[in-house]
T-cell receptor, first 112, second 110 residues
Framework: NAGVTQTPKFRILKIGQSMTLQCTQD?????MYWYRQDPGMGLKLIYY???????DKGEVPNGYNVSRSTTEDFPLRLELAAPSQTSVYFC???????????FGPGTRLLVL | RKEVEQDPGPFNVPEGATVAFNCTYS??????FFWYRQDCRKEPKLLMS???SGNEDGRFTAQLNRASQYISLLIRDSKLSDSATYLC???????????FGRGTSLIVHP
């Protein structure tokens, strides 16, 4: 049982490049979330999903897109990278909305 | 008023000290509460859930005060390894989105 896995661990992007951050969970959780955390700051919700085929925007969705074609996977897409997207990105999942969230180890992204 | 507020600290305490953090929330309909721990540059991990009657796990005690809308975390006999940021999380009944506080930084020194 690996829990929540994220790839890559670290990536450097040039301005305007695109990339997909991968997130997979093996706990059969319906709820999945993407957060970003800037240095010294709290977590900000980017997108979330309550089940396969259902996604919705969080607090800071601009510049990002998501899809949820399976229960296990919840990739985050950056289409045109900007320096403001330099951050640590965490994916999380939970069995229910009132339940514990389990986080992946994070992806550190640097946009230059 | 922010939905969930925490004193960012840092709380700087010696080993063996007792330290307490509070977290206030604004939505009286909030239904579930948690404390998470986040080490530097790592993912948050669940420390403990907070139950209405209060709960204890070793040196850690969590309390919920619904009347005053806050939760608390008490750490007894602090260890160097307790140094971390402690996040409170509040779930509202009518939302799919849990609300995280910004965290309270704890530094335990020898």
């Amino acid at each position: 049982n690996a829990g929540v896995t994220q790839t890559p661990k670290f990536r450097i992007l040039k301005i305007g490049q695109s990339m997909t951050l991968q997130c997979t969970q093996d706990m059969n959780h319906n709820y999945m979330y993407w957060y970003r955390q800037d240095p010294g700051m709290g977590l900000k919700l980017i997108y979330y999903s309550v089940g396969a085929g259902i996604t919705d925007k969080g607090e800071v969705p601009n510049g990002y897109n998501v899809s949820r074609s399976t229960t296990e996977d919840f990739p985050l897409r950056l289409e045109l990278a900007a320096p403001s997207q330099t951050s640590v990105y965490f994916c999380a999942s939970s069995r229910g909305v009132q339940e514990t969230q389990y986080f992946g180890p994070g992806t550190r992204l640097l946009v230059l | 008023r922010k939905e969930v507020e925490q004193d960012p600290g840092p709380f700087n305490v010696p080993e063996g000290a007792t330290v307490a953090f509070n977290c206030t929330y604004s939505n009286s309909a909030s239904q579930s509460f948690f404390w998470y721990r986040q080490d530097c540059r790592k993912e948050p991990k669940l420390l403990m859930s907070v139950y209405s009657s209060g709960n204890e796990d070793g040196r850690f005690t969590a309390q919920l005060n619904r009347a005053s809308q806050y939760i608390s975390l008490l750490i007894r006999d602090s260890k160097l390894s307790d140094s971390a940021t402690y996040l409170c999380v509040v779930n509202n009944g009518g939302s799919y989105i849990p609300t995280f506080g910004r965290g309270t930084s704890l530094i335990v020194h020898p």
